[in-house]
């Protein structure tokens, strides 16, 4: 890898009685040495470190606000070798978004081709459960072995769950299958957003990263009309056999790219004993036993024997207690830092994990609201999605230029970040606001459009929210973390982010399950069982084979249903909301304190 090396500028030192402390969440006044300043070995690094107080110098880039270092920063250009290796990682990128969104919009269908409509949420969280329980496993690692390695290892799980998908004989088979997909996905994931910090500085990453979202989201802006045109077409089955080939093509450009870093071994170091001993397999174990346990948890509608909760609260605690022990015990290097975790770092992604929560609530809620109450199919869904998926693009693309502006100003890239997050923060949670209005007020297969256009704005709102905290958020954690530990900072902040992904599809699906059974029970009455089971086994069977004097009232009670798996979504949010605002007071008093 071409690194780009710029020129240190020396910044003066300033004396303060003011104070700052440690802890995000409490008044910036304690006491502060008037030795802390900004260092010129690791300006970038030190101007974020002295919220902190950590004096331990790390590799990093250059301090943003010098104007000498923007400068020459402004004739950075990547050369041929990173371009194939940012080349590799998103198209990447574009199959895993891809494959999701095309799920999401077809998963309804798939679920009752099997006549097992009751385990359609199994087919969406089998992919994302793994792709959480394993993200922790490709930071840290790809600091031992290699990003390269790593990566293709990645690839080929995900090639290998989408052939498997393909050729699935029933939903179990077929979650077992996006599970593996979901080993290889979350690799792939992580590992753009590291490689991209590997070749980009801090400066340019913005709008490296606004591309990277562009390139994500225009993936799930074709995947729902793809999925639809599936559907019609060659079938669901064709629909994951036919991103086979082009996996293999990613896998091929991967294979000639040389992507190189300071810190990690080269040759036949990166593959001894003594390096591999580094690689936390416990760690990983028990994180993974940890995060898959919370989601079983979570995903619980009512239908788990007792005996299989016990386990599962059995696996809770044990692996708790078991990742402490082997991290502080056995470990050679822990999977996480702890102060990773414990400061800023940990809080911002606790925030960013919400913010996906509420966009994959509205990713898979919306299609399902679509096509149950208002009766729309899937090709059109896919034309509603896309309003959401696009402006996520867009969000991610004007905050690259917003953060690049600031960049060149006496204002810090950095406070630029953090004040965006919060607004864009609150701006998502408005285009959620107007979804379940939209829900709560709107009488089922409404025919005039006012609703469409209200849902349209609503879906646009909560994009532009999501896409547009990306980069601010990267930017802080990259500028914090330093080089050498970047890679397990994203790492904390894509756990946390895919956790709220996963719970945002798990805790809604759960309380519209058992709302559902609940109201229909009430209102058909314990003697209609059958007819209960077969309307939650296949949804499709409201309009092809309910008596028609049921339907309205039917109709009305999935409607309800799904605007009550809208209310804990709520409290999380205005929770992670009140957060940020003190996330973001506490980080500007620390940065009028640096800056003077």
Known sequence: MTS????????????????????????????????????SEDSEDSFLRDLERDQVHRDSTP???????????????????SRYALIAVWIGNFLCALDGTIVSTTMSNIASDFGQSNLVSWIAVSYLLTSTSFQPLYGKTSDIIGRKTLLIIAQALFGLGILLSGISTNVETLSLSRALSGIGGSGMMTLTSIIISDVVPLSQRPMYSAYGSVV???????????????????????????????????IGITSFVEIKVDHIPEGPERFSKKNLKRIDLGGIITSNFLVSSIIFLVSDDGGYPTYFKNILYITLFSSIIGYIYVERYIAVETLIEPK??????????????????????VLFMTPLYLQLIQHINVTQIGFYTMFCVVSTAVGSVL???????YNSS?????????????????GQIGGFTILY????????????????????????????????SGPGCSIFVFGKAGRKDQASAFTVINVIKSLGNVLGISLSLSVYTRELFKRLYGF?????SELVKKLIKDSSYIYNGLDQQYLKEVLGIYRVSLVTAYHPIFILSLLALIIMFLLNRSVQKCLKIILG
Request: proline share 4%.
């Open 410 to 426: 006496e204002e810090s890239i950095i406070k630029a970040g953090i004040w965006l997050n919060l607004i864009t923060f609150i």
């Open 524 to 528: 058909l009455g314990k003697d209609q």
């Open 216 to 250: 994500d989201n225009t993936s799930k802006m074709l995947g729902g009309p793809l999925g639809g045109l599936c559907i019609a077409t060659i079938g669901w089955r064709w629909m994951f056999l036919s991103q086979v080939p082009l996996v293999l093509i990613c």
């Open 4 to 39: 780009v090396k710029l020129q240190n500028v020396q910044s003066p030192k300033k004396e303060s009685t003011t104070t700052t402390t440690t802890d995000v969440l409490s008044s910036p006044e304690g006491s502060r040495n008037s030795n802390d300043s900004i260092h």
């Open 399 to 405: 905050t690259g230029l917003l953060l690049k502006r």
């Open 340 to 361: 990773l975790v414990n400061g800023q770092i940990g809080i911002l992604g606790l925030v960013n994990g919400v913010q996906s929560l509420l966009f994959y609530f």
């Open 63 to 81: 301090d943003l606000a010098n104007p000498a270092i923007n400068q020459g920063q402004k004739t950075f250009k990547l050369d041929k070798n």
């Open 437 to 468: 209005l939209v829900n709560e007020y709107v009488p089922p297969i409404e025919e005039r459009f006012y609703w469409k256009l209200l849902l349209i704005i609503g879906l646009i709102i909560s994009g532009l929210g999501v896409g547009a």
